[in-house]
Structures are given as C-alpha cells and as structure tokens.
C-alpha cells in the first residue's frame, strides 16, 4: 500500500488535472455520419458514395432522449478533444473515489484497533 504522503501527492495531482480538464470538456459521443442529398442528379444517388463524413455529437438529455447536433469541421478537432478530456474526467473522477474509498476504510480500521 502507498503511504500516505504519495496518496495525498497523487490526490493533488489528479484533482490539479481534473481542474484543467474541466475547461475543455465536452459531454457527448462522437460519430461520422453520411447521407444522400436531396438532389436527385446528384452522384449520391447513383452508385457513387455517399456525402460525408461529417461529424456528429450526441448525448441522453434531460428528459431520456437522445439530443444529436452537426459540428462544423473547424469545430471537429475541439471537440474531439473536448470528448477525450470528458472521458479522462471520468477515469479520474473513479480513481480519486477509489482512493477516497481506500482512505476512508484505512481510517476505519486504524480506530477499530
């Protein structure tokens, strides 16, 4: 088990990158759609593949459904990592509660004795 000198020092280090992820963090999933336009002389509609990909966010809103939007592709590589950030938020956010878990129990045990 670590001490706790270097549980506290991990603690601060990944509350300092939670602090910094929080300012690019995007909610949602991504994906690449590609669709027919609605010109029927269009290639698109003769063999040729669709247009695309264009990138799409999603997420569950508040009321269950599924809320979809367009992002522009001078917004794709911001969100792309607004996602990525939204994702390690979530890595660190359990860790620091398994930590805490550990931290809470070590306490409980230390009193019990």
Known sequence: MMSSGRLRAKHTRWRRELDRLTRRMVFGS?????????????????????HGPQLQISYRGDHGKTV???????LAAPVREGVRAWQRFLELG???ADLNRAHLWAAYRRGRR
């Open 30 to 50: 991504l994906g690449e759609r590609y669709h027919t336009c609605g010109q029927p002389g269009c290639r698109c509609h003769h063999g040729a593949p669709a």
């Open 68 to 74: 979809a939007y367009h992002v522009p592709q001078t």
């Open 94 to 96: 359990r860790a620091l």
